[in-house]
C-alpha cells in the first residue's frame, strides 16, 4: 500500500478519535452520554464539548474532499514521492487543526485548515 493510502486510513480514524475525545468531554461537561439521544444531547455542549464535536463534523467534511485527491492522485499515476509528502502534510494539518479546534485556537485553526486545502487542491493538480 502506498504512503496516501495509509495516510487516507489515518485520517479515516481522526473523526473516530475526535468522537472519542468528545464523548470523553460530553460527560465530563454534562455528567453522562445520553446514547439514545445524542444529537439533542449535544446541543447541551458548550467550550471544548462542542468545539470537539464541531472538530469531528469537519474531519468527516475533510475525508470525504482527500479521499477524492488521494484516488485521483494515484489513478493517474502522479508523482509518488509528491504525493506521499503531500499526503502526510495533511495528515499532519489536520491533525494539528483538531487541537487547534478543540483549544480554541481560531486563527491557527484556520491557517490550518488552509494548508490542508492547499495539499488537497495539489493532489488534485498531480493528477491532472
Not at 37 to 42: A, S, T, V
Not at 67 to 81: F, M, N
Amino acid at each position: 500500500m502506498t504512503t496516501p493510502l495509509w495516510c487516507l486510513l489515518i485520517v479515516m480514524v481522526i473523526p473516530l478519535v475526535l468522537a472519542g475525545v468528545g464523548g470523553f468531554l460530553r460527560n465530563k461537561q454534562l455528567g453522562t452520554i445520553d446514547n439514545a439521544n445524542p444529537r439533542e444531547q449535544i446541543k447541551a455542549l458548550s467550550g471544548a464539548g462542542a468545539r470537539a464535536y464541531a472538530a469531528q463534523q469537519n474531519a468527516w467534511e475533510a475525508l470525504a474532499l482527500f479521499t477524492a485527491a488521494v484516488l485521483v492522485a494515484h489513478v493517474t499515476g502522479a508523482d509518488p514521492a509528491t504525493s506521499a509528502n503531500l499526503a502526510m502534510a495533511f495528515v499532519g494539518f489536520r491533525v494539528l487543526h483538531a487541537i487547534c479546534y478543540i483549544s480554541g485556537l481560531a486563527t491557527i485553526r484556520t491557517l490550518m485548515f488552509l494548508g490542508a486545502f492547499v495539499c488537497i487542491v495539489w493532489l488534485f493538480i498531480l493528477g491532472a
